[in-house]
């Protein structure tokens, strides 16, 4: 049995088998086709923080893979009403798989340790595997092919941004991170990240207009992520000078892409102006969240291993 916790644990072959299942579901689903593949299987989401698309995607995932879904929210208790243990090995008794989204990296892998069912990410503090994989999946369809492109990530070094580094190392893509010092990604996680794959390609460039100018698509997100809000004034400080603005793109190619995982804070990471004009992608990702998330379910349950 397989958990989906971080993109660290994925081959590059299963990264291209979840990609595939979702081309091939999302294209009959513009033709009219709901493919049955999981009839009757359950789908727990279990979320300590808010969400539009992750759940939705996956609830509504379900849905069209014949299965049902049901939220759990903070009232369950897990780790207060009752032990992480006691409350995994009883839910993975009635459910396929369950979603999690968690303040804490380490309550989620606690959590996947006393399941017998799979576990995946959907969201911690310290990675956003789903999101990655949706994200790079659109850049995909737009560009063809991945290898040796460069994804300029203009923000904070967090969740998403260290998820998308390990996909596009997996996927061949150089990627560039620019943020100030302080917030760019650790030591430990990029060790690991060399490792596992030896041949990636990583730059940290302050400079956020040197950061963009060879990238095919220049990702943000918000500067405060969910649990951080007591760090807001102090990071819309510190990140002043690393908004995604029509300035900022002036030094990145003329048909670059502009990404971002949303929610926005409009008016922060990026302007009205870039994100709802020509170069922005922002509702392909979401959209794709849904083809994608069919892919990871029907990879991780089996029926299209
Ligand atoms: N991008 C994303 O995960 O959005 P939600 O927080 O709305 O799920
Ligand atoms: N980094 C953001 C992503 C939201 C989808 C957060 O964790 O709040």
């Not at 997996?170 to 760019?184: E, I, Q, T």
């Not at 990240?193 to 302050?206: A, G, I, N, W």
């Amino acid at each position: 049995m397989r958990h989906l916790i971080t993109l660290h644990e994925l081959k590059r072959g299963e990264i291209d088998r979840i990609f595939a299942i979702a081309e091939d579901l999302k294209s009959k689903y513009r033709q009219g086709l709901r493919e049955p593949l999981l009839p009757g299987r359950v789908l727990a989401l279990l979320f300590e923080k808010p969400s539009l698309r992750t759940r939705v995607s996956f609830e509504t995932a379900m849905s069209h893979l014949g299965g049902t879904s049901l939220f759990l929210g903070e009232d369950v208790g897990w780790g207060s009403r009752e032990s992480i243990a006691d409350f995994a090995r009883v839910l993975s008794e009635y459910v396929d798989a369950i979603v999690v989204r968690a303040h804490e990296h380490a309550k989620l892998l606690e959590l996947a340790a006393y399941s017998s069912c799979p576990v995946i990410n959907g969201l911690t503090d310290q990675a956003h595997p789903c999101q990655a994989l949706a994200d790079l999946f659109t850049l995909r369809e737009r560009l063809g092919s991945l290898r040796g492109q460069t994804l300029a990530f203009v923000g904070d070094g967090n969740n998403v941004a260290r998820s998308l580094a390990v996909g596009c190392a997996k996927l061949g893509m150089h990627f560039v991170l620019s943020c100030p010092h302080a917030y760019r990604l650790d030591d430990d996680f990029l060790d690991r990240l060399r490792h596992d794959v030896p041949d990636m390609r990583y730059s940290y460039l302050p400079d956020p207009r040197a950061a963009v100018a060879q990238a095919a698509a220049v990702y943000t997100d918000v500067w405060a992520s969910m649990g951080q809000e007591a760090q807001a004034a102090e990071r819309r400080a510190a990140f002043a000078a690393y908004q995604v603005n029509s300035e900022l793109l002036e030094h990145a190619p003329a048909n670059t892409y502009f990404m971002h995982c949303l929610p926005a804070h409009r008016g922060e990471e990026v302007t009205d102006e870039v994100i709802d004009g020509p170069r922005s992608i922002v509702v392909e990702q979401a959209a794709n969240r849904l083809h994608v998330q069919k892919g990871i379910l029907a990879w991780l349950l089996g029926s299209r291993q």
